[in-house]
């Protein structure tokens, strides 16, 4: 036996019946919960009214799908699929020589998450805290929130055998029997997951125990550049999600979510220098 290849096969979901919850929703569902937690503890520390907590996670949660939903159509398979089926862009349904199928929703993709959580958070700054509280104190705070989401997005990615990685050339690694293979790839979903959680505790330490959080913006700087030069550098060891993603590899050496993430790390480090910037033109004033 191979003690450094490991065979993956995990079942899909929970059987139910005739119902099946799939894990990777059931990730969604914990990390929306986990982010509501974190966020109360900020808010108490902030003294802030924890009647704001529900709809923020309301408009998060519909930010963060819709966002998903719509950079994946739009990102990924537009040209290629969804232009000839818009009636399955938000709908969870596939058309089949039968019919329409229910499939859920098969095709999220990270970057529209984030435009869509940072338009619904702009939107719930506006309606609630506009005039108590600037737009970048609470991006700041809101950061906080999503590592460990992101991380257990991951891990739904590994159970669905999906996302996957290049083939090591080695014996280490994981074979993914649901696709049929029988050589080992890099477990590139883990090594995401990891670096999430690593990241979740930077900025709580950040938060907790600096006073960064005195600059606006700098947390969030902070953050959003990390998490998109994590997501940048694991793009190495995947394979392309398609074959234009895989066309766009070899022209350029960059694939599609690594092109994505390059302006999302320069709005990262543009927020840091702006933070610095205000922070220092303040105490002029």
Known sequence: MNLLSIIWDPSIGL???PVTIRYYSLMYIVGFA??????????????LNNSYLDPMLTYAVVGTLL???????????????YKNHLEEILLPVRKTAE????TGFQGLA????????FLAVLYFWYKFLKGKHSFLWILDRITLTIPVGAALIRIGNLLNSEIIGKPTGSDYGFVFKQLGENFPRYPTQLYEAGAYISLLFVM???YWKTDLKKYEGMLFGIFFSLLWIIRLLIE????PQ???DAKLLADTGLNTGQWLSVPFIITGIGFMIYSVWKYKRKSIN
């Open 236 to 239: 190495f060891y995947k394979e």
């Open 34 to 47: 986990a982010g509501y937690y974190i966020l109360k503890k900020i808010f108490d520390n902030e003294g």
């Open 110 to 117: 990270s970057h529209g998450a984030t435009i869509g959580i």
């Open 67 to 81: 966002g998903a939903r719509l950079g994946h159509v739009f990102f990924y398979d537009w040209n290629s699929y």
């Open 99 to 102: 019919g329409y199928k229910f």
């Open 242 to 244: 398609d074959k234009v």
């Open 15 to 17: 059987e139910l019946g």
């Open 204 to 206: 709580l330490y950040l």
